[in-house]
Nanobody
Framework: QVQLVESGGGLVQAGGSLRLSCAASGRTFSTYPMGWFRQAPGKEREFVAAITWGRNTYYSDSAKGRFTISRDNAKNTVYLQMHSLKPDDTAVYYC????????????????????WGQGTQVTVSS
């Protein structure tokens, strides 16, 4: 059973930084893609960033240049480093993965991911 556990959220002032972590268990971590999504109150869950098993990365327009996704396969953990945070970044952040081993395709839709963490709250004050 795949399990994903996010951590690292919190309250930060605009312009600040946070690093989110997502620890995975239940299968071989290194050969599957990982993604970060977020959901603000009253809004749909949206794509933030993704990384393939080969470490190809892709970002949403809002994340590009400010956020960095990375993975440490030895620790079965994916990270989302966030800089220059804005109040609009306030949301619950989720990590996700799917069963597409060795895929080189970067998936940006929620439907492409079958395993989700419980989420971690990020609040950016103005």
């Amino acid at each position: 059973q795949v399990q994903l556990v996010e951590s690292g959220g919190g309250l930060v002032q605009a312009g600040g930084s946070l690093r989110l972590s997502c620890a995975a268990s239940g299968r071989t971590f290194s050969t599957y893609p990982m993604g970060w999504f977020r959901q603000a109150p009253g809004k749909e869950r949206e794509f933030v960033a993704a990384i393939t098993w080969g470490r190809n990365t892709y970002y949403s327009d809002s994340a590009k240049g400010r956020f960095t996704i990375s993975r440490d396969n030895a620790k079965n953990t994916v990270y989302l480093q966030m800089h220059s945070l804005k109040p609009d970044d306030t949301a619950v952040y989720y990590c996700a993965t799917n069963a597409k081993r060795f895929t080189t395709i970067v998936e940006m839709s929620t439907e492409a991911y079958s395993y989700w963490g419980q989420g971690t709250q990020v609040t950016v004050s103005s």
